[in-house]
């Protein structure tokens, strides 16, 4: 299994990026996808997932309500996630991660057993 992160860069406050996460090599018939972040000297905290059966299964943490959304694009594994507004807060490390099964929502990052190498996100004036 491979999760490849792309999208990410250097924005300014109230700018946009989008973050894209292609998996491949895998055939399970039920996961969740996911996206977490780290920043420099704090925890990884989930951010976003979304159910592969259902796209309209899908949470957000509450400090990105609004301003983050997780999709799906059509007919394809991949999970995206358009950040708006961004703030330097949200500067960090964005990985995309795979959650095998039939489970519920969730921004547990220990429920995740797959992740992608990361991709840096960096908001500054």
């Known amino acids: 299994l491979q999760l490849v992160e792309s999208g990410g860069g250097s924005v300014q406050p109230g700018e946009s990026l989008r973050l894209s996460c292609a998996p491949s090599?895998?055939?399970?018939?039920?996961?969740?996808l996911g996206w977490f972040r780290q920043a420099p000297g704090k925890e990884r905290e989930g951010v976003a997932c979304?159910?592969?059966?259902?796209?309209?299964?899908?949470m957000h943490a509450d400090f990105v309500k609004g301003r983050f959304t997780i999709s799906r694009p059509f007919a394809t594994n991949a999970v995206d996630l358009q950040m708006n507004s961004l703030k330097p807060e949200d500067t960090g490390v964005y990985y995309c991660a795979v959650s095998v099964g039939l489970r519920p929502l969730t921004l547990s990052a220990s429920e995740f057993q797959y992740w992608g190498h990361g991709i840096q996100v960096t908001v500054s004036s």
């Open positions: 979304i159910s592969s059966s259902n796209d309209d299964l899908k």
């Open positions: 090599g895998f055939t399970f018939d039920y996961y969740l």
